[in-house]
């Protein structure tokens, strides 16, 4: 008996939302099941390769430069596709969520582009990813606007001042439960890539741009292999010419930075660009060498800069790769949230930020990451001044780097040490985080930064590597499940002071506290702490 055949359409699981029908058309759906049955199996074969090389690395504690690629690295001549106009100056680049009144703000940012991001900074609710993309769609119709309920409204500026927007789909390991096709859930990065490209592809073009999207939490070449196939597949498919779309990648994971040429030569046609993410890529060295000794252990979140040096080796490596394969090299995120009544703390960020923009502007950067609209004119002062008029500094091809496989995880070289405040801190930004994203919310702010999913994966993943390798704090204080345990119940009572108990109530902080001390304690190290929140929100 033969296989039935694929349904023609995406199948929705959920309760309408206003406007979903605008969003959902019969044609998008049938779109998303062929993305779905021609891709979503090569995907599941990758996240297996994932667990085939994250065993290999338990048994050998290394990594290396791939040797069956290397004669991708050693030829001189391959370069990524020029960059398109409205992507080759992208020295102020702004993130957050596509809610509406984030879609405005950020395209009257001032930055040059606004990374719309349905991944780490927007927990996926139905509303969120149904929302976000008519939220999209609206904007490039310029029928968008937002007033809070204390009256202030917020429209669009003119069409030549607005941020060129670079659309952030999921993560592979991510499916979208409310739409299926056959017998499966359809993979979230298909749903957010599918929809955004099918109702925005033609409409950017006849706006003189294009559809641009970062990939996140890529691993490996094969991925990004994977990806480009996406795209060649998607543009035949509407129509669209080849090389419309370009892609950025984030390297936020150890093993995507043994792979950096390799990843823009497999997207050559449709590369645009590196991204140096930080609290993911630390969150990955944790996942891929937590069974490797004392050697890996890092110290807490904000002791590890982009000045420590397996960081520096990671970033200028970056730099060197694009600018010799003629990709744009985008730097870290300045997470600061300037506040409103303490001067003295914005002039300390400030100055931190200025130091961050400053070194990577000299780096070679060609652009940087900022999550407030306060910190444009800063990052944007630190690349005008080794810019000037100039888009970019690709001509700037860093000769001098030279970084070996050992240097890009040499941890043993940080001095710092795991310290008690760094367990407590990373207890109190793991529930606060949590309990926002089960409300919905991605992009949180916290003791003055704005957090994101890759907060919450990195402190979840020290709070378990601290405890599984026996860490001893300066205070005497052995890291134990039992130590956790007792903090995280002191900063429920805390938050409930803090807050007030009516509002407590009617938040998720018990739910936050138990996913927290569930992925951070249990002996099986969860892949992703996004898959079991997946499972409690609504």
Not at 234 to 248: E, N, V
Request: net charge negative; hydrophobic share 45%; glycine share 6%.
């Amino acid at each position: 008996m033969s296989a039935p055949a694929p349904s023609p359409l995406a199948i929705v699981d959920a309760e309408p939302l206003e406007r979903q029908g605008e969003v959902l058309t019969d044609s998008a759906l049938a779109f998303l099941a062929e993305l779905h049955h021609r891709f979503t199996p090569r995907r599941d074969e990758l996240l297996a390769r994932r667990a085939e090389r994250r065993a290999e690395i338990a048994r050998t504690g290394t990594l290396d430069f791939l040797p069956q690629t290397a004669h991708i690295r050693e030829d001189p001549d391959w370069r990524v596709a020029p960059a398109p106009a409205a992507l080759d100056d992208r020295r102020v680049e702004i993130t957050g969520p596509t809610d509406r009144k984030m879609t405005i703000n950020a395209l009257n940012s001032g930055a040059k582009v606004w990374l719309a991001d349905f991944e780490d900074a927007s927990a996926p609710t139905w509303e969120n990813v149904v929302h976000g993309q008519l939220n999209l769609i609206d904007a490039y119709q310029r029928r968008i606007d937002f007033t809070t309920p204390e009256g202030k409204s917020y429209a669009l500026r003119p069409a030549e001042e607005l941020a060129t927007v670079v659309a952030r789909p999921r993560g592979w390991h991510l499916d979208e439960r409310h739409l299926r096709a056959g017998d499966r859930a359809v993979p979230g990065a298909l749903v957010d890539f599918g929809l955004y490209f099918f109702h925005n592809a033609q409409r950017l073009l006849d706006q003189g741009k294009g559809p641009y999207f970062y990939l996140p939490k890529t691993e490996s070449h094969l991925e990004a292999r994977l990806w480009n196939d996406i795209f060649v597949f998607a543009q035949d498919h509407l129509g669209i010419p080849q090389g419309t779309i370009r892609a950025t990648v984030l390297i936020e994971t150890i093993t995507a930075a043994y792979e950096m040429e390799e990843i823009l030569y497999e997207l050559r046609d449709h590369a645009s660009g590196l991204n140096a993410g930080r609290w993911d890529y630390l969150f990955s060295i944790v996942k891929n060498f937590r069974d490797a000794g004392a050697d890996f252990v890092l110290p807490d979140r904000n002791a590890v800069t982009m000045t420590a040096p397996f960081m520096r080796a990671y970033t200028e490596l970056l730099v060197r790769t694009c600018h010799k394969r003629g990709a744009h090299a985008i730097g870290g995120m300045a997470a600061f949230i300037p506040s409103r009544r303490d001067p003295e703390v914005n002039a300390v960020a400030y100055q931190k930020v200025r130091a961050d923009k400053d070194r990577e502007a000299n780096d070679g950067f060609d652009g940087s990451w900022v999550a407030h609209p306060d910190l444009v004119p800063i990052a944007r002062a630190s690349f005008d001044a080794v810019l000037g008029d100039k888009p970019n500094q690709k001509d700037r091809l860093r000769e001098d780097v030279q970084v070996t496989a050992a240097e890009l995880i040499d941890i043993a070289s940080l001095d710092a040490k795991p310290t008690s405040a760094g367990l407590r801190n990373a207890v109190q930004v793991g529930i606060r985080y949590i309990e926002a994203w089960l409300r919905g919310l991605g992009a949180v702010a916290i003791f003055n930064l704005m957090e994101d999913a890759a907060t919450a994966e990195i402190s979840r993943s020290q709070i378990w590597q601290w405890i599984n390798a026996g860490v001893v704090f300066e205070n005497g204080e052995k890291a134990t499940a039992g130590l956790v345990r007792t903090i995280a119940a002191e900063e429920l009572t805390a938050i409930r002071e803090e807050i007030g108990a009516e509002v407590f109530a009617a938040g998720n902080w018990q739910q936050a506290h138990d996913l927290l001390l569930k992925v951070a304690l249990d002996e099986d190290y969860a892949e992703f702490l996004t898959l079991p929140a997946y499972e409690l929100l609504r």
